[in-house]
Structure formats: C-alpha cells, structure tokens
C-alpha cells in the first residue's frame, strides 16, 4: 500500500481561495499618479490586487490627460472624478470587476455635477444649508470623491443596496489657515452626504485616504495628548466614527444622536495591532524602518461593519506609492447590473466611438494668405474707402492661378525619374514662397497708401495688418539668410554677468581674459620661432658637408633649446595663472562632511517649504527617517551649507 503525503499549506490556502471566491473584496490604495502604471500594464496591477471594487485615490490626470489604456481595462468598468482646479492634481477612480457593475454612480458630493435624470442618481444629499453655492462648487472642484452604488446578497439571500464612497480627503499645513478650514468643509459635507444615505435605508462604505490618523496607536511619533488630540481631523473622526470599547455613549451630551454611526473596520478586527501604518514619506525613506502613520480606513456603518466584515487588513508588501493598499472581505456576494451607469468611462465622447462634431469636418474656414480674415479687410475697406476688398479677391486668384499653373508644370516633369508628387512638392514650396512675398509687397504698398489721411482708430486697423504682412515677408526670407557664425567664448567673459558686481570677479574675469590673450600670442610667436628654427636647420641638412652640417647643427642647437625651455617655463606659469582665476570664478561642491552619529558621508537637501529659509541647503545623516530609540534610523546631525564664498 502506498502512502500518500499531503502538502497541507497547499491545501489550505486553496480552501481559503475557495471559501473567499464568493465573498466581496474592497480595495482602498493612494496611487499616487496613475498613469505611471508602477512598471507594469494596469489590467496586469488591477489582477495583482484582487478585489471586485478597487478604488483608487491621487490619480493626478485630468479629463484630457487620460488615454484609453486607463480608461478602458478589459474586465472592469471604471468611474473617474477629475480636477477642475488644475491639470494632474487630486483625482480618484474606481474600478470594479465586470461580474460587480455597480448599478448606479454619481462624480462628487453635492450633486452639482451631475446631469442624469435623478432615477440613475444616487441622491439623497443632505441638509446643505449651512454651505454657500460658492463653497459647494469649490468643495467638488478638486474631484475628491465618486460613488457607486452596489446590490449585495447575504447567505440568507436578502438582497439590500451599498453605497461605496471613495474620497480622497484634503491636506492642509499647520499654518494654513484657508486649506485647514476647506478640510473641515471637506469633511462635515462627507459626514453629512453619508449619515443622510445611511438614514435612506442602505449600507454605506466611507474608504480612502482621509489623512488624519485618529489615534496614537495610528502614529509613529505623536506628540503629547493635548497637542495630539487637539487636531481638528482628530476631532471630527471622534464625532464621525463609534468605538466598539465604549459602552455606547457619545462623549458629548450635545451631539446629534445620528453621530457615532460608522466604524474603523481594521480597529474593529484588530483593536491592538502596533506600526499598522499605511502612509511613509518617500523623501526620507521612512518605510524602510516603518516610521509613517494610518491615513488610508476603511469606514462602514456599524451593522454593515459587526455582520458582514471577515478581514481587514494593510498591503505594506506593495510598492509603487507612498501609501500601500487597505483591503477588505465582507461576507456577502455582489449581484451585477446589466449595463453600466453613465458616468462609466466607456460612454466618455473620446472613447465611445462617436463623432463628436460633424460641422466642424463640413464647413469650410476661407483666409487670406497673409493672415488677414475677409471680416477684417472689409472692415478697413468700409472704413478707409481706398483699400477695397476686390483688390485681394484678385490677388487671392492670382495666387491661385500661379499654382494650378505651378501644378500642371510639375506633373509634365516626370520624365527624368522623379516622382510627380516630389517635383509637385518642391514646385509648390517654391511658388508659395514666391508668391507670398509678392502678395506681401502689394498688400503692403496699398496699406500704406489706403491709410494716408485717416483717423487713428482707423489707423490701427491698417497698422495691425501690416505687421502680419511683414511678419510672412519675414518667414518667407528665413531660408535665403546665411547662418551665424559661432561666438568667441572671450565675449561672453569680457562683460560681467547679471549679479556679479563685485570688484573681485570682475579683476578675475579681466585677468582671465588678458592671461588668455596673452598666451595666445606668445604661443603664435613661439611657433614662428621654432619654424625659424627648424627652416634654417633644413638648411644645414641640405648641405653636402657633412661637417658643414654638423657645426650648422651644433650652432643651431643652443638657440632651440632656449627657445623651447622659455616657451615652457612661460607656458606652466600662465596655464597656473588662468586655473587659478577659473577656479575663483566657478566653485566646486563643497566637501561632504560626516555624521556624528554614523561617522557617514552626509547628504545634501534644500529646503522646498515656503518661508525665510526657502531654497538654502543644508547636510543631514543620509539614513531613512526613524524612531529615535532605532539605532539604524537617521541621526540628528544638521547642519547649514554656508553661503560665504
């Protein structure tokens, strides 16, 4: 009898796969630019990620930025928001699996940006009273959030919608009063758009990047608990969010009761977890010791949250951002529309197939050749009286004439082996060039005699139209000018730059200049020298006494030899001279120093904030940011660059 072993890891996880290929995944991930695809093919990254709802946060493109490759993943329907504010900011996507098509979705969260018919929105919007029709529009300028909304089934086969709300939450410095007060607009809105959904009878998922971390267990490095929790995201995320540890009572008596409805579903699974961060700074290198923070949740209403939700766990595994993705399972199945909703990208003008402007392949724009449109001739003829419109129709035939003419001519000549569309080609440039100038010439003349006389409002008609015939003049002679010859380097060093006055680069430059020059002409007269040398020396040579040679040799020889050892000694003392005024001039890196803490070389950063200090250098350790007690972290060695020269 033969024994057979099993592989039960193997087994195991095939059983997961198995018990999983029925439940719901979500996906939350900070991208950070998507269409940098992270080296690989998105459909490739979008497989990677295995989840039915992948909503992606940073995207940084625009409505016009985006190519058919993003936009259309073979397998999923996608759903973007894009910025109005500026091009490649902000922006969140949603992709989900075609076996998961959302019945409806909605772009941002006043409803202001849809133009549906309210069956296919989502709706239910909320008390926005308390925001002004400015503030509304502003708060979905920067495409922060899109939603979609999802048919789930449970075990039981009870069927009730989802609504999925992928936001990507503003940042706002410490010290800026304006971004910190539209973050906290950004946020009563999302409370508001979300408890108001949740009141209508559906489940409700709030996931992204909300950038605060709530707790200090979120943190790597907070700060004492008064300054920590005194932050006003901190705040917000306490009124928004319920603690399954408390014992079901708001902290504030005077909070509306519909508070406290949505939970931190990684905090509800696992409450105690430590350096669960999903957010380092790339220019530190910080996620090489863990040293970030938890910015990216995943918020679900608190039934949703306690019934449904399996796992909820942090992809630090996977790279391509700063951020790394948050994933969960829910036990659930997604039953899929028909059809997508509208805002789908499929059915966006650039990549549904349709024309999108039949008039503008039909009507016909006519324009003079020299720039100047019929409405603005015939309004300098009205005007004037002496420079009539018919005058340029005949030039425009004559033109017209000249070239059907220069057509007829190039395809009679084709009989020396050159293509007719060649010889069309040249002849055309040639007659074009051609005939412009002299349409530029008559134009030109009859400008200035039609404006003789003429008031000066009338004058400026004329004067206009002038120079657009001087400038086609002007193009049509690029080709006939000579190139330009290549600047001495000398002229560039005789004047002083911009910013340099001071008296010490400007005797540097002019000794630079005279060294140079110098050199240069006791080296032509060094070689004229040594060519008197040498022709004399020939001379010898062509003696035939051989002693005659010799004593011309011998004679001959003590004068080239201190003509050479001049010429030497002159040029090591001028080449020494002029490395010296160059290195005045152009200073090099400065010596990297040491960290104390390391004894490595530093490295050098500038400072990009904005403030006194902006654009300075300075050397720091050049180990990834970390925790002070991680002896592998940075240093604290800093120190500025000095600027004395």
Not at 349 to 367: A, R, Y
Not at 454 to 473: E, G, M
Request: hydrophobic letters at 30%; one cysteine or more.
């Amino acid at each position: 009898m033969r024994m057979i072993t099993l592989d039960y890891g193997y087994v195991r996880r095939n059983l997961e796969k198995i018990a999983l290929s029925d439940k719901m995944k979500i996906l939350t991930w900070n991208i950070n630019g998507i269409r940098g695809n992270k080296g690989l093919g998105l459909k490739q990254l979008l497989d990677s990620l295995d989840a039915d709802v992948i909503c992606l946060q940073e995207t940084k493109v625009s409505r016009e930025q985006l190519d058919e490759a993003s936009a259309i993943v073979d397998g999923y329907n996608s759903y973007f928001s894009f910025s109005r504010a500026r091009a490649g900011y902000s922006g969140v996507a949603t992709f989900v699996r075609d076996g998961a098509t959302p019945w409806k979705a909605e772009d941002g969260l006043t409803g202001l940006l849809q133009e549906e018919d309210e069956e296919l929105r989502i709706g239910h919007h909320g008390d926005q009273s308390s925001f002004t029709c400015e503030e509304l529009e502003a708060l979905d300028r920067e495409g922060r959030c899109v939603m979609t909304q999802h048919v789930i089934r449970d075990s039981s086969g009870i069927e009730k919608d989802l609504v999925i709300i992928n936001v990507y939450c503003p940042r706002a410095e410490p010290d800026n009063d304006i971004r910190k007060s539209y973050k906290m607009r950004f946020y009563q809105l999302l409370q508001s758009r979300a408890e108001t959904i949740l009141k209508s009878g559906r489940h409700v998922i709030v996931l992204g990047d909300i950038n605060t971390s709530h707790r200090k267990i979120d943190h790597c490095d907070p700060t004492n608990d008064e300054e920590f929790y005194a932050n006003p995201g901190r705040k917000w995320l306490d009124g928004f969010l319920y603690d399954p540890a408390s014992d079901g009572t708001t902290k504030d008596a005077n909070e509306p009761a519909e508070h406290h409805q949505f939970v931190d579903t990684f905090r509800l699974l696992h409450p105690e977890q430590l350096n669960a961060f999903t957010n380092w700074s790339s220019a530190t290198g910080a996620r090489e010791t863990n040293y970030g923070c938890r910015l990216d949740y995943i918020f679900a209403n608190k039934n949703l949250a306690q019934h449904f939700f399996v796992q909820c766990f942090i992809m630090p595994e996977v790279m391509g951002s700063d951020h790394c993705p948050v994933k969960a399972v829910l036990d659930c199945s997604v039953v899929a529309a028909k059809k997508c909703p509208p805002l789908c990208t499929r059915f966006m003008l650039q990549f549904s197939g349709k024309q999108q402007k039949l008039s503008m392949f039909l009507i016909k724009t006519s324009k003079l050749k020299c720039g100047l449109t019929k409405s603005q001739s015939m309004e300098s003829s009205q005007s004037s009286g002496n420079c009539d419109f018919e005058s340029v129709n005949q030039e425009e035939s004559s033109f017209d004439d000249i070239k059907l003419s220069g057509e007829r001519n190039a395809l009679d000549m084709t009989d020396d082996g050159t293509s007719s569309s060649q010889t069309t080609n040249d002849v055309q440039m040639d007659i074009k060039c051609t005939a412009d100038c002299l349409v530029a010439e008559d134009l030109n003349s009859k400008m200035s005699s039609a404006s003789n006389g003429l008031p000066v409002s009338h004058k400026r008609v004329f004067n206009d139209s002038r120079k657009r015939v001087d400038t086609a003049a002007k193009i049509s002679k690029v080709e006939t000018q000579p190139a330009r010859k290549q600047s001495n380097l000398l002229n560039f060093l005789v004047k002083s730059p911009i910013g340099m006055n001071k008296e010490s680069k400007s005797n540097d430059i002019k000794s630079l200049v005279e060294n140079t020059s110098l050199q240069h002409d006791r080296l032509n007269s060094d070689s004229k020298l040594q060519t008197v040398c040498v022709t004399k020396d020939d001379d010898c040579h062509n003696k035939n006494d051989g002693e005659n040679v010799k004593a011309c040799t011998e004679a001959q020889t003590p004068e080239l030899s201190a003509c050479t050892s001049k010429t030497d000694s002159m040029s090591s003392s001028e080449a020494s001279n002029s490395t010296f005024a160059w290195k005045s001039l152009l200073k090099g890196p400065p010596q990297t120093p040491l960290c104390k803490g390391h004894k490595e070389p530093c490295a050098l950063r500038t400072v990009k904030k904005s403030g006194p200090n902006r654009g300075r250098q300075f050397w720091t350790c050049n180990r990834p940011e970390g925790h002070k007690t991680n002896p592998e972290a940075r240093c604290d060695y800093f120190v500025w660059v000095s600027n004395k020269k």
